[in-house]
């Protein structure tokens, strides 16, 4: 079992910045692929960024997402970050991360094994 905490999350002007967190259980956080997803109200939940621990870390990003934000982690600290930079309305959003325990470094929702409860994300004009 898995548990993931996101924290981070609040109410930010267009072109803010924020930086979200998610604290991971397990003693083997260092081999999942963890990812970031959000979902708007109305919307379905999407892919916004993921990162891998081998291949020298490998991620991947939405493209509405790149330049903007960037996907990181601490294996140490069991945690995993998403900086987000440049804001706009359009991000509003509750964001999940996720994890995948079979370390693979994918956009789909549906690979992921374990979520968090989420965090608001708005973005105000």
């Known amino acids: 079992q898995v548990q993931l905490v996101e924290s981070g999350g609040g109410l930010v002007q267009t072109g803010g910045s924020l930086r979200l967190s998610c604290a991971a259980s397990?003693?083997?956080?260092?081999?999942?692929?963890m990812g970031w997803f959000r979902q708007a109200p109305g919307k379905e939940r999407e892919f916004v960024a993921a990162i891998i621990s081998w291949s020298g870390g490998t991620t991947s990003y939405a493209d509405s997402v790149k330049g903007r934000f960037t996907i990181s982690r601490d294996n140490a600290k069991n945690t995993v970050y998403l900086q987000m930079n440049s804001l706009k309305p359009e991000d509003t959003a509750v964001y999940y991360c996720a994890a995948e325990l079979s370390g693979m470094l994918t956009k789909l929702k549906s690979r992921y094994d374990y979520w968090g409860q989420g965090t608001q994300v708005t973005v105000s004009l």
């Open positions: 397990g003693r083997t956080f260092s081999t999942y692929a």
